[in-house]
């Protein structure tokens, strides 16, 4: 595969959790938000409180429109009155929203059920919050993660917050997936990309559902830009999330050897700070933990992803 040559064609980075967000973060700084496209994992979307809450491209949008709260999730000062309202009545509360995101979510779910599609639903969350860049849910059909773990299935939301995340993992699932076609602003976007980038995202179920989707791969390996991955791994650790949990489920080891087996036929390069000899390597730091950091890793992951052509 050869990159673009036209400056002005895209970089899509495709996300799902707070790596990626970071990244599209730092990304937007390197190239503006008219030649930045996300796609993001939707694959952890979850109906409840009468909202439909899509958490990873909310997460990626409040993170292009600098709102994201300190804690790394939701919007800055948010409240979270509603979610009071509802433990004073002795409902169970496991999934905590604030008020502005509770909000977001039901007018996303009354949205969609006048006929909408996610992927517009989506852009006017974005134009709202002031985002130009483009962030596209990776399908308009519904896709839900889930897991088997201790001999028990569990939606994605409810294993990770209910059971906490607690492993080892006897299976995953993407239901739905078979079904759920990419969107024509998916397709078109990597199609028209002079680069695409694969965020340190976990490679089993923030970027795997997309992945999934019928067409997806074969879209990926089409198009004419180079494909990198920026590796989750730090330093040899994980800092945040259960990617080790769910690697150690695919089989993959916990190391650029592991990052890239999990994406294997599918990329050209690797950003990471461990040597791996599978494939064409960026060592370098890939913390992410300043806005200079976030913009000298999305620039130099730019720059060798330009150079694999």
């Not at 409040?62 to 790394?72: C, N, P, Q």
């Not at 036929?265 to 060592?283: N, Y």
Request: aromatic share 6%; proline share 7%; glycine share 10%.
């Amino acid at each position: 595969m050869t990159p673009r040559s036209a400056e002005s064609a895209p970089v899509v980075v495709l996300a799902g959790g707070t790596g990626g967000a970071k990244l599209a973060r730092g990304m937007l700084d390197v190239v503006g938000p008219d030649q930045l496209v996300v796609i993001a994992n939707t694959g952890d979307d979850v109906e409840i409180y009468g909202a439909y809450v899509s958490p990873d491209p909310d997460l990626v949008t409040f993170w292009l429109a600098d709102v994201i709260d300190e804690r790394g999730w939701g919007l800055a000062a948010d409240t979270f009155g509603v979610m009071d309202g509802f433990r004073a009545l002795g409902v169970e509360v496991w999934f905590n929203l604030g008020d502005r995101d509770l909000a977001i979510g039901i007018e996303r779910a009354r949205a969609l059920e006048a006929g909408a599609r996610l992927t517009d639903v989506q852009a006017r969350l974005a134009s709202s919050l002031g985002v130009s860049a483009r962030v596209l849910p990776m399908s308009d059909k519904p896709v839900r993660t889930w897991v088997e773990a201790g001999g028990r299935w569990r939606p994605f939301q409810e294993f990770m917050i209910k059971a906490r995340g607690e492993g080892p993992v006897q299976d995953v699932e993407f239901r739905g997936a078979n079904s759920a076609p990419p969107t024509p602003d998916m397709l078109e976007a990597i199609a028209a990309a002079r680069a695409l980038v694969i965020g340190p995202s976990n490679p089993v179920i923030s970027i795997g559902p997309i992945l999934a989707l019928p067409g997806a791969r074969e879209a990926l390996r089409d198009s004419r830009a180079p494909v990198v991955a920026l590796s989750p791994i730090v330093e040899r650790q994980v800092l945040k999330g259960p990617t080790a949990t769910f690697m150690q489920w695919a089989g993959h080891s916990l190391s650029s050897d592991g990052i890239a087996a999990a994406y294997a036929d599918l990329i050209d390069g690797l950003v990471a700070d461990q040597r791996t000899e599978a494939v064409p390597l960026l060592q370098r730091s890939v913390l992410l933990d300043t806005p200079a950091a976030r913009r000298r890793v999305a620039a130099d992951t730019l720059r060798f992803a330009l150079s694999l052509g």
